[in-house]
């Protein structure tokens, strides 16, 4: 799968944006939603972000304003699901993250605190590993969180490419928790400022040698 990116885009006589994915609906439960919906709509179309240092990390390019995404009402414990265009086929972790907005969601541009609260890791098993590669990623809202507007952000971390820049996939939806409870939720971190070029796994050779992995970002929060 090594440069099957590259090869791709090659192929396409250099339509590069053919050759990623990208998260466009949200749900509660399994559920699928109409595309954007919930969804703060990015300008770049599955184009991944590449920059440590750049905003664009938090919801992609062109999801710093909420304008025009409507918010979801979800209650603690809920199940929800975010779907990608196609399956996401990128090695590398897949991670979610939540940040509550001082006001409406739809104002907030997603530079206050974020916790993680769930990562989908490598699987090792008798000297090969596994990727969580596929189209949906249903998790729980933290049943323990207080009550208010969030950004919930999924991640996917593309590490395909050892030695190359590793390519993260982002989309944050807006949603209202109800039923919530009175946990601090943390450790919080910044985005950008999460990620360091010199964390463990921000890049590894996941094709020599690979037995272990450490997928990047703070401790996961659970209630
Ligand atoms: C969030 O939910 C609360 C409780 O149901 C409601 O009062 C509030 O209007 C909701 N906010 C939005 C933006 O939907
Ligand atoms: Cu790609």
């Known amino acids: 799968m090594k440069g099957f990116c590259g090869l791709i885009a090659a192929l396409a006589l250099g339509s590069e944006v053919s050759a990623h994915y990208i998260f466009q609906q949200f749900a509660v439960g399994s559920a699928k939603s109409t595309v954007y919906d919930h969804i703060r709509k990015n300008s770049n179309y599955n184009s991944p972000v590449t920059s440590l240092t750049s905003n664009d990390l938090r919801c992609n390019v062109g999801g710093a304003s909420g304008a025009g995404t409507t918010t979801l009402d979800v209650k603690a414990g809920d199940a929800f699901t975010f779907t990608s265009d196609v399956a996401v086929y990128h090695q590398g972790p897949i991670s979610l993250y939540m940040s509550k907005a001082p006001g409406a969601v739809s104002d907030y541009?997603?530079?206050?605190?974020?916790?993680?609260?769930?990562?989908?890791?490598?699987?090792?098993?008798?000297?090969?590993?596994?990727?969580?590669?596929?189209?949906?990623?249903?998790?729980?809202?933290?049943?323990?969180?207080?009550?208010?507007?969030?950004?919930?952000?999924?991640?996917?971390?593309?590490?395909?490419?050892?030695?190359?820049?590793?390519?993260?996939?982002?989309?944050?939806?807006?949603?209202?928790?109800?039923?919530?409870?009175?946990?601090?939720?943390?450790?919080?971190?910044?985005?950008?400022?999460?990620?360091?070029?010199?964390?463990?796994?921000?890049?590894?050779?996941?094709?020599?040698?690979?037995?272990?992995?450490?997928v990047p970002g703070p401790a996961v929060f659970s209630c």
């Open 109 to 214: 541009d997603g530079s206050g605190d974020w916790f993680k609260f769930y990562d989908w890791g490598p699987t090792f098993s008798g000297g090969s590993s596994s990727w969580p590669m596929r189209t949906t990623y249903t998790y729980n809202i933290p049943k323990c969180i207080p009550n208010g507007e969030y950004l919930l952000r999924i991640q996917s971390l593309a590490i395909h490419n050892p030695g190359s820049t590793p390519q993260f996939y982002v989309s944050c939806a807006q949603v209202n928790v109800t039923g919530g409870g009175n946990a601090t939720p943390g450790p919080t971190v910044k985005i950008p400022g999460a990620f360091k070029a010199t964390d463990p796994g921000y890049t590894a050779n996941i094709y020599s040698n690979f037995k272990s992995y450490t």
